[in-house]
């Protein structure tokens, strides 16, 4: 199974974007939660969002919280990042990925990732 992110770009502050995450080669129903991380310049990667497969519940980061919204499509067996009003501060490269046994904020706990798209906002 690979993950394929997409949807990044520049967007100028108080815009918004929405990244998508589509699994190709098994559907998302094999996992537990799927994460969204982001890794800004010298930065340490940190949890954004993450969607609970199994009861479809979602968990945000607090400087997130109002403003992104995680869903999924299973048609399209693709997962979704909705980001409102962005800000500055969310430029980074943002990476969507898959954990087997539960969800936690842990990027390292993590097993299978995408391939990262950025986000780009200009003040």
């Known amino acids: 199974v690979q993950l394929q992110a997409s949807g990044g770009g520049l967007v100028q502050a108080g815009g918004s974007l929405r990244l998508s995450c589509a699994a190709s080669?098994?559907?998302?129903?094999?996992?537990?939660?799927l994460g969204w991380f982001r890794q800004a310049p010298g930065k340490e990667r940190e949890f954004v969002a993450a969607?609970?497969?199994?009861?479809?519940?979602?968990y945000y980061a607090d400087s997130v919280k109002g403003r992104f919204t995680v869903s999924r499509d299973n048609a399209k067996n693709t997962v979704y990042l909705q980001m409102n009003s962005l800000k500055s501060e969310d430029t980074a490269v943002y990476y969507c990925?898959?954990?087997?046994?539960?969800?936690?904020?842990?990027?390292?706990?993590?097993?299978?990732w995408g391939q990262g798209t950025l986000v780009t906002v200009s003040s």
């Open positions: 080669g098994r559907t998302f129903s094999n996992y537990y939660a």
């Open positions: 969607i609970n497969f199994v009861v479809g519940s979602t």
């Open positions: 990925a898959t954990q087997r046994n539960a969800l936690t904020t842990w990027w390292k706990e993590y097993e299978l």
